[in-house]
């Protein structure tokens, strides 16, 4: 991450620091700055668009949850540090300044670290023994390398306490979160994946289609098409409203 201008986010002077929005980003993607506090030291803010309406009070709840899922993991090498709720802005959040490249990054550059997947399967591990599951480690954008090599998860807006789920259902995040880290190391360094674990990878990962990018996908092929993939967005239209629900009372 580096320092630069974006301009004032809901409601949070924001000048001077560097929005990490590229581009054709999507609406309900949040918009990432840095900034300096009062003691000159670098902190990240995170915000999303929308303040009013639906909307607003989703992405409400939705940093509210988050902060208490940063709040369970405070203290962990590999997590953000510091969080803090903006009270100028519901919908912000900030923590203490994240030193590392993203994965993909690193990867472009050849200098995925030796033994780094190893080291992010082992802190996975330790964030299920802290009582959370991160449940979007499969998405390499939330996974940083920092200069030591050591991995950083963040993003933590779709995590989970694990002992407010039901038993089977907390057996399901301990193994989404560990297929995830077995997807970013099958695609970024494959070759050095043990055999039992690449046959493990093989055997058990799909493809997760409960995303907004794919439920808004699937929702506009809908309407332009005879009806015949009600069901399939009757059974999305479940999931996103049951992850509204967990966001709202977890």
């Known amino acids: 991450m580096n320092e630069g201008n974006c301009t004032s986010i809901g409601g949070v002077n924001l000048k001077p620091c560097l929005s990490e929005r590229v581009p054709g980003q999507k609406w309900y993607k949040p918009i990432i700055c840095i900034n300096r506090d009062e003691g000159g030291e670098r902190r990240v803010y995170k915000t999303y668009r929308y303040e009013q309406g639906p909307l607003g009070q989703y992405f409400r709840l939705l940093t509210s949850h988050e902060h208490r899922m940063l709040q369970r993991v405070q203290g962990l090498a590999f997590t953000p540090q510091g969080v803090e709720r903006d009270a100028r802005s519901a919908n ?67 995590a989970m306490p694990l002992n407010r789920l039901p038993v089977i259902t907390r057996a399901w995040a301990r193994k989404k979160d560990l297929l995830g880290v077995l997807k970013l190391w099958h695609r970024f360094d494959g070759a050095s994946m043990p055999d039992h674990l690449q046959d493990y990878y093989q055997r058990h990962y799909r493809k997760n289609i409960y995303t907004p990018k794919r439920f808004f996908k699937a929702f506009k092929r809908y309407w332009v098409s005879d009806g015949e993939e009600m069901n399939g967005i009757a059974a999305m239209t479940g999931v996103f409203l049951g992850l509204l629900f967990l966001v709202t009372v977890v």
């Open 92 to 158: 912000t959040l900030s923590y203490d300044y994240v030193d590392g490249a993203p994965i993909k990054k690193r990867f472009q550059n050849g200098a995925i670290p030796e033994r780094f997947f190893f080291r992010l399967y082992q802190a996975v591990s330790e964030l299920h023994e802290r009582g959370v599951a991160h449940l979007d480690v499969g998405n390499s954008g939330n996974i940083l390398i920092s200069p030591e090599g050591n991995p950083v998860l963040i993003d933590f807006g779709s």
